[in-house]
């Protein structure tokens, strides 16, 4: 099998799986993985389609400019500027993007704080932290209509092979050095995520506030 095919044939099978959990509603979500170093190349989801769908047209090759490397109808996802910015300051091999009831309850819910932590859960050892009672946070951004202020401003917090930002009423974009790495680490946030919200709805069950 060719590394080209090798590639896609990675990324199609995240996006299945990422489909099976139905993360991709209303054709939301994209999804990218890096082909090659010099010159930068990475197969890229197209825009606009149903990502439950497999098709031959599911992913086209883009530059270091993000445009595509051959002639093709197919537009890349019009937030492959995001991609770029990961592949361009990391070593990071795969990106992926998706809207989740979830996220962005969370990215509304903490988004005037500008991040949200979590501590003492065991699936944080999934991002390769195993201290006690370790501490992770992910930033949460303002979701800029304008794609290159969006990926100006998610750029700012990328530090790392792997990494996470929230954008706000938005979604998630997470990266790792490959795609199990950043499939990984997605399905440990929307975990946490999921968590939170289940603890502060159970709580307030529990606990319900009496107002006089
Ligand atoms: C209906 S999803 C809105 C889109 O603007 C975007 O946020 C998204 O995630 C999917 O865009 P796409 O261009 O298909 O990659
Ligand atoms: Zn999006």
């Not at 099978?13 to 959990?21: C, D, T, Y």
């Not at 490397?69 to 937030?79: C, D, I, N, R, W």
């Not at 974009?173 to 499939?183: L, Q, Y």
Request: include cysteine.
């Amino acid at each position: 099998m060719s590394h080209f095919l090798k590639k896609w044939t990675e990324l199609s099978e995240v996006k299945e799986e990422l489909a099976s959990r139905d993360w991709f509603f209303g054709t939301s979500g994209n999804l990218s993985i890096k082909v090659s170093n010099t010159p930068l190349q990475f197969l890229v989801s197209s825009s606009g389609k149903d990502k439950r769908k497999i098709t031959s047209e599911d992913f086209l090759l883009v530059d270091e400019l993000g445009n595509a490397v051959e002639s093709t109808g197919l537009k890349p996802s019009a937030e492959t500027l995001l991609h770029l910015e990961v592949y361009r300051k990391t070593n990071a091999g795969c990106s992926l993007h998706v809207h989740t009831v979830d996220n962005n309850v969370i990215s509304e819910l903490y988004g005037d704080y500008g991040e949200i932590r979590f501590r003492g859960q065991e699936i944080i050892k999934a991002f390769g932290i195993w201290e006690e009672d370790a501490e992770v946070s992910i930033p949460i951004i303002r979701n800029h209509a304008d794609i290159p202020a969006l990926a100006d401003e998610f750029s700012q917090y990328i530090d790392g092979d792997a990494g996470a930002v929230l954008i706000r009423n938005h979604g998630i974009t997470v990266w790792g050095r490959n795609a199990f790495e950043a499939k990984k680490h997605l399905e440990a946030w929307e975990f946490l995520f999921s968590y939170q919200l289940k603890l502060l709805s159970v709580k307030n069950l529990v606990q319900p506030k009496i107002s006089i």
